[in-house]
């Protein structure tokens, strides 16, 4: 049975910082896409970020434009885990943040996803 659990969310001020984790149990995802998505209240769940398989030990990555050059997305395949580095976060930051697992980062940004987790609560006090 595929998990995702992710860990690492919480409150923090505006301009703060935050690193999301999420552990994959069950396979192996070495040779699928990984990333995370976000729902904030009364909104859709929307893409954030996503890291392709590593191949040449360089995996491509997508961000969503309101998150490019604020947050980081990077993967250990060894320990079958991605990360989220999110700096500078603002208010509008504010959701539960679901890690997700797709066949590549294209059909990611498209909403298909084969795994998702339970997702993690980030608030960002103004």
């Known amino acids: 049975q595929v998990q995702l659990i992710e860990s690492g969310g919480g409150l923090v001020q505006a301009g703060g910082s935050l690193r999301l984790s999420c552990a994959a149990s069950?396979?192996?995802?070495?040779?699928?896409?990984m990333g995370w998505f976000r729902q904030a209240p009364g909104k859709e769940r929307e893409f954030v970020a996503a890291?392709?398989?590593?191949?040449?030990?360089?995996?491509?990555?997508e961000y969503s434009d309101s998150v490019k050059g604020r947050f980081t997305i990077a993967r250990d395949n060894a320990k079958n885990t991605v990360y989220l580095q999110m700096n500078s976060l603002n208010a509008e930051d504010t959701a539960v943040y679901y890690c997700a697992v797709g066949v590549d980062v294209g059909n990611m940004r498209r909403n298909a996803v084969d795994y998702w987790g339970q997702g993690t609560q980030v608030t960002v006090s103004s």
């Open positions: 069950g396979r192996t995802f070495s040779s699928a896409a």
């Open positions: 890291i392709d398989k590593v191949r040449w030990n360089v995996g491509y990555k």
